[in-house]
Nanobody, 117 residues
Framework: VQLQASGGGLVQAGDSLRLSCAAS????????MGWFRQAPGKEREIVGS????????YYADFVKGRFTISRDTAKNTIYLQMNNLKPEDTAVYYC???????????WGRGTQVTVSS
């Protein structure tokens, strides 16, 4: 299973970006897909995740109200709409997928998001 994330870039504070991540390879039915991020010098942290077969999405507190996760189950694609970006959102954003509960086994290579003040 390969995960390919795209959509990162350099923006100014207050701008928006939309990341997308498609899963490809063998026949793959995710249990969940999600987004993590890692800022320089910090540990990787979860941004949010979405169950694939039911409408349940989790968000980290620091993105609630600003970020929205959506999914296209037919395309095995997850999206991260990021609004009102802040400099502290600067990080490499990673897409991840799980085939079973609580096990994000597949990771994309990451896409850089840089927010200037």
């Amino acid at each position: 299973v390969q995960l390919q994330a795209s959509g990162g870039g350099l923006v100014q504070a207050g701008d928006s970006l939309r990341l997308s991540c498609a899963a490809s390879g063998r026949t793959f039915r995710p249990y969940a897909m999600g987004w993590f991020r890692q800022a320089p010098g910090k540990e990787r942290e979860i941004v949010g995740s979405s169950r694939w077969s039911r409408d349940y999405t989790y968000y980290a507190d620091f993105v609630k109200g600003r970020f929205t996760i959506s999914r296209d189950t037919a395309k095995n694609t997850i999206y991260l709409q990021m609004n009102n970006l802040k400099p502290e959102d600067t990080a490499v954003y990673y897409c991840t997928a799980a085939e079973v509960a609580a096990s994000f086994d597949y990771w994309g290579r990451g896409t850089q998001v840089t927010v200037s003040s």
